[in-house]
Structure formats: C-alpha cells, structure tokens
C-alpha cells in the first residue's frame, strides 16, 4: 500500500478534494443512466453504488481525519446503507494509507526531540494498522513488545471545518432538519475533540482497564505515558485477530459463545455500573488471542452517561413500562423524544414509531438469555428501518427526535448488537454482569 508524505489540512484543499469526488459521482450517475439501456436496473445500480463508493472513499481516505471517521460510523449503520457502501467504507475501520516514515519521524521529533529509532530498542518504519484519525507501529523496548499508535497531522485542527463540509451530506441521509439539530453535531464535534486528545485517551485507557481488569476471559494493554504525548500513544502490543477476521474463521460454537458472552458483560459492565462505555464498538477495536481471551485496544471514544438520561432510557427497555401506556408516554417526553409543542399528528406518529423500535431493540433485555445468531431478529430490524424510511408523512415533521446522547448510546448498541450477530452468539446471558460487581 502506498503512504501519503503529505495531508490536506487546509480548508480550501480538503473542501477541494470533497468536490472531485462530487464531480466523480456526478459521471457516476451518467454512466448508470447509459448502463441502464443495456443491462437490468438492479445491476445498473449495483455498478452505481460500487462507483460511487469507492470514489467518496478514495476521497476521504486521502484526507483522514474526522471525515474518514464519518465514514467509518457509516459502515456500521448496515440497514441504512446500500451493502456497496457498507462494505468500502467499513476499510476505514483499520485499512487505510498510512503516513511516510518521514512524516512519523517528524512527529516523534517535534514532541520528543528525537527519531523513534532512539527512543525505543526496536521501530518498525511501516505502520501494521492505518484508520481514520491515527495509525500503529510496531516496535520494542527492554525486551517488551509495544504497540506505537501516532495521530495524522493536522486532525485536530480541521474537524470543525470537515464537519461544516458533511453536515449538508448527513441532513440530508438521515433526514436531519436544520432547526433543533445543533446539539446533535455539537455532540459528534465535541466526541471527534475528544477522540483527538491523547493526553485524555491515555487516561481513561488506564482508568477503564483497571475498572474492568477483574472482568473475566477479557485482557487489556498496559500503557506507558513515558513514551505518550498529545499525538503519540505507547501501550502493550496484543496478538491476536481483528473480530471480523476471528467471524470469518470456522469456530467451534462454544468459542464463539465465550467470546460474544466476554463482550456482552464487558458492555453491561460499562453501561450499568461505570455509567461510562466504550462508543466505539466497531471489529477494529477488537481482538481474539489464541487462547480465546477478548482483547481491547483501543479507547478512544468514551461516552459518559448521566444519570437523567440513564433512568429513563434503561425504564424504557422494561417491558412492562414499555406497555404502559402513560409510562411510555412520560418516558418519551424524559427522553425528549415527545415534545409539548408537536402536534397531534407528531405525538402519535412518534410514539407508535418508538413503540415498535423499542419493543424490538430491548429483547434481550427482557429474557434471561438470548440467541444473537437468530436472522429473523435482525431482519426485523432491517425492515423496520426500510419501511419507515420509505412512509411520506415523516417529511413534513420535525424528525430531530431524542436527546443528544442517544447518537453514541444508539451507536453503541448498533455495533455491539451487529457484532454480536457476526459471531452468531447463542444462549448468551443476558444479566451475567451482575456477577461481576464488585462488594
């Protein structure tokens, strides 16, 4: 793969690079209009949505950073996207360009004052894993192998402006209104700032391994703020394989079982007990040893959970709540999902819709088990989407529904659930984290 000597960071030239993969798509459609003629719409289409892909890709790729982290929060959304998309944008996970050796030297001596060849025993000059806001290195020290991960120049400073950039691209898929949308991108911005803290990610790495080091079947690296700054982080290097490449392996049910069990009660753990979880649930963050042991490498986006928003989202996920009627109703209007002012119209239209999301996404809370490999499950749930992204009354009403923390609480149950369903994770208990609180 070749490496990039150079980023865009300026305004002008990553809005620049935005527009090429707009003029791109544009000869994409005229060349779906002409392939039309001769071949059946569904291939046609088919053709369109692979060119389109692979052309927004290449884009964002190049310019990394928190467009590429859009991308990347894309490909988990597999029932909104067309499988063409999904399957290119989910490269941004762990595969993209990475930096020249020059560029990471330059790094290294502008916060250590010294090439990474003299600071640790042993440095790779090829990075073994590239994604949206930072790439790893390999590399060794005393004997310890260590895993070196450096933030592309320039992410930081350009997230406003790339935001500014996809934000009429995001109103538009998910059908965002203009007015009351503020908190909403105001909370990815704030994430994507978060995410480009390393000072901050080392921190919580450190805090939530401890937190959760009593958890069992699941491992985390130590780290070393030695050999961390506010663009570099050092910690253990882990083998073992990526989860997606772990699913896509022949294995023995009861090891998948084991693994989707470990990360069930990791994520119960950080949902009920530290009120604080990993919101970033995507196969790159995870790896398997040989040995079957879970192992978490990555803690960069962390979503902190407040108790006003907490109470009434987990009320909501009874079942005996959910069917009575004047609790849901209150619930809704907790949650900000209901507001006084909407009309008649909205409020029924809004709470027959989250009725039936609801009632369908919090199964698993209400059995003692649960069998993740069921498809019908998950067909229900891409259906669901299909058929109210179709019905024409939603374009005529306010659809910015739901406090600011549902976007990383929703997209953290979007990719564990769908992480859960690659392993195909049966008989899973669902309160198992119970037994793990501590006295």
Excluded at 86 to 114: D, I, M, N, W
Excluded at 309 to 316: A, G, H, R
Aim: with cysteine; proline share 4%; glycine share 4%.
């Amino acid at each position: 793969m070749k490496t990039l000597d150079k980023i865009p960071t300026g305004k002008i030239e990553r809005t620049g690079s935005l527009l090429k993969a707009g003029a791109k798509v544009g000869a994409n459609y005229l060349k779906y209009y002409g392939n039309k003629i001769t071949k059946d719409e569904e291939q046609a289409r088919k053709i369109l949505n692979q060119d389109n892909a692979s052309d927004i890709y290449d884009s964002l790729k190049e310019l990394k950073g928190s467009a590429l982290k859009v991308a990347q929060m894309l490909s988990m959304e597999k029932n909104m996207l067309p499988v063409e998309y999904v399957e290119k944008f989910s490269l941004s996970q762990f595969s993209v360009p990475p930096l020249s050796g020059a560029l990471v030297k330059k790094t290294f001596r502008k916060y250590f004052g010294k090439n990474p060849e003299d600071l640790f025993d042993e440095f790779s000059s090829e990075s073994v894993n590239a994604a949206s806001i930072g790439q790893v290195h390999k590399a060794k020290k005393g004997g310890q192998n260590l895993a070196v991960k450096i933030q592309y120049p320039g992410v930081r400073e350009s997230i406003s402006s790339d935001l500014k950039m996809v934000k009429p691209i995001a109103m538009k898929m998910f059908n965002i209104k203009k007015e009351g949308s503020e908190s909403y991108f105001q909370e990815v911005e704030d994430k994507l700032y978060e995410e480009t803290n390393y000072h901050l990610e080392l921190e919580r790495s450190q805090q939530f391994s401890e937190s959760c080091s009593h958890l069992p079947n699941i491992l985390f690296p130590a780290y070393y703020p030695e050999y961390s700054c506010e663009k570099i982080i050092t910690m253990d290097w882990m083998s073992g394989l990526h989860l997606s490449e772990f699913t896509r392996k022949l294995n023995a049910q009861q090891d998948l079982n084991k693994i989707g069990q470990t990360l069930w009660d990791f994520y119960m753990y950080q949902m009920h007990v530290l009120k604080k979880v990993h919101a970033d649930p995507h196969p790159g963050n995870f790896l398997v040893s040989e040995d079957q042991q879970l192992l978490v490498i990555d803690f960069g986006c962390i979503k902190e959970i407040p108790d006003d928003f907490y109470i009434p989202y987990f009320e909501l996920a009874k079942e005996e709540n959910l069917k009575n009627p004047q609790i849901f109703r209150e619930k809704l209007y907790a949650l900000e999902i209901l507001r006084h002012e909407d009309s008649h119209e909205e409020k029924e239209f809004f709470a027959q819709l989250f009725y039936e999301l609801l009632e369908l996404f919090t199964r698993p809370f209400n059995q003692e088990t649960f069998d993740f490999s069921n498809e019908e499950f998950f067909r229900e749930i891409a259906d669901l989407g299909q058929r109210y992204s179709k019905i024409s009354n939603i374009k005529g009403m306010n659809t910015n529904r739901g406090s600011r923390h549902f976007i990383y609480l929703n997209r953290t149950f979007f990719g564990l659930y769908h992480m859960m369903h690659d392993l195909k994770a049966q008989d899973v208990v669902i309160n198992h984290y119970l037994n793990f609180i501590k006295p």
